[in-house]
C-alpha cells in the first residue's frame, strides 16, 4: 500500500543528455510507463517523475570534444529526447526536472547532510562519508570492508569509498556558487533533491536500470537518510528493470551506439506499438535479448491482436446493418443459418465467462510484480478462446452473441493501453477487411490447414471440406500437392 491512500509517488532515473536515446535507454521509460498505466487503471493517482541529467562528466566531455557549451549539448539531447518519446508514444511525466535547475535544492540538501556529521569539505569540494552512515551497502548487499581493501588515487578523501556531493569548479566547466566555493553537484545528489522536491521524503516507488543499483542508488539512500535521519527509509519499493543484452555484453551509449540501437532509427523500421510488445513480452526484471528478429517476432505477436480486433470490427460492423438474406459474404450466412449447431445464447455466455476469467487472470500476472509478459500470454490466450467461436463453421450471430463481442472488442482495446498500445493507429488501415472478407493471419491459415490434412488422414473428409470451405470463405485458396497443402489469397 502507498504511503498516502489512493496516491503512489513514483521517480524514476531519466537519461543524461550527451548522446540519442538507444533501445537500452528504451526500456525504463516503457517499463514504468507500463507500471504508471497499470496502476492509474487500478484506481491510484500516480505523481510520476522522471529526471533529466543535464550536468555531468560525459556531457562536458563532450563538449569539449565538440569545442562548444555545455548547454549546446544539452539542449540539442534534451529536444532529441522529447522528440523520441513522442514519437514512442507514452504517457505524460508530472514533472521532468533538470539538474541544472535544481541548484539551490542541492545546496540546501548537502548543508543538511554537513550539519547531520555525515560530509565533509576538502579543498572546495564535498564528500559523503560512508563510514558514517551504517547503513551503506543494504540495497545492493556491498561490503564496506571489502572496499576499504582496494586503492584509491584521490588523497583528498578519507576514504576510497566516499562519493561526491559537490565538484570544485575546474576552468571552463560550467560551475555554480555555493557555500565551498564555485562548482557543481554531483551525479548522485541531483536526484535525492529532485524527489524530496517533488514527491517529499518516502517515495513509494524509486525505478530505473539493474545497472544502477550501486553505486547510484545505494548513494541516493545514503545520502537522502542521512539528511532527514529521523524520517526512516527513503523509499518503500525499488525496482529495477534488467538490461538489454546484445550477445551478454549490456547495451551502453558510452561504448558508442550501432545505428540499429538508436531508437529513432528503428521508429523507422517498426511502429511504437512494436517496440512496446517487444519490451514487455518479458518480464520487466529479466535480461533482455537485442535483435532485429527479436522485434520481428514481436511485430507478429502484435499483428496477431489487431487481426483479432479487425475480425471483431468486421462482424459487427457487417452484421449490424445487414440481414441474413442481404448478406453475400459465406462466412457470415454461414453465421446466420438458423440450423447451426452453436446457440447464440450460449455463444455470449461463453464469451462472457472467458472475459471474466481474462480480467481474472490479467489481474494476478500485473499484481505479481507487474508480469506484463504474463499478461500479454493471458491475453493472447483469451483471444485464440474467442477465436475458436468465430472462427467456427457453426457460429451464429445473434443479438447478444454481438453485444457480448462488442464488449470483447473494447476490454482487449482497454487493457492494451495498460501496456501502451495504441490499436486505434493500427486499425485505421482498413484494407485488410475493406474487401468484405474476414482476415486470417498466416498462423491461423497453417494452423487449419494442419486439421484439414488430419481429417483426410482419418479419412473425415466431410470435415476436411468443410475446413476448405471455411477458408475459401476467407478468401483462401488450397492447392493440394504430392509435397504438401500450400495456399494463396484470393487477389
Known sequence: MPVYDGRVRMYVCGPTVYNYISIGNTRPIVVFDMMRNYLEHTGYKVDFIQNITDIEDKIIKKANEEGVSFSVITERYIKAFMDDIKMLQVGTFTAMPKASEMISEIVSIISRIIENGYAYQSDGDVYFDVLKFKGYGKLSGQNIDEMQTQEDDNLSKKSRIDFTLWKKAKEGEPCWDSPWGKGRPGWHIECSAMSLKYLDYGLDIHGGGL????????????????????????????????????????MSKSKGLLDDWILRNLLKKFSANVIKMYILSTHY??????????????????????????????????????????????ALKSAFNDNDEIEPDRTASLFYDYLKDFKSEFKSSMDDDFNSAKAIGNMFDFIGEVNTIIQNPKFRISKPSLESLRLVYEVVTDYGKIFGFDFKSELCNEKKFASGKIFLDSSEIEELIIMRNKARKNKDFARADEIRERLKSFGIILYDRKEGTIWKRET
Open 211 to 250: 545497472d544502477l543499483v550501486f553505486p547510484h542508488h545505494e548513494n541516493e539512500i545514503a545520502q537522502s537518510e542521512a539528511a532527514f535521519p529521523e524520517k526512516g527509509d527513503f523509499v518503500r519499493y525499488w525496482l529495477h528493470n534488467g538490461m538489454i543484452e546484445v550477445k551478454e555484453e549490456k
Open 285 to 330: 526484471r529479466s535480461p533482455l535479448e537485442f535483435s532485429l528478429e527479436k522485434i520481428e517476432e514481436a511485430k507478429k505477436a502484435l499483428e496477431k491482436i489487431i487481426n483479432f480486433l479487425i475480425n471483431i470490427k468486421f462482424i459487427m460492423e457487417y452484421a449490424s446493418k445487414s440481414t441474413p438474406e442481404s448478406i453475400t459474404n459465406t
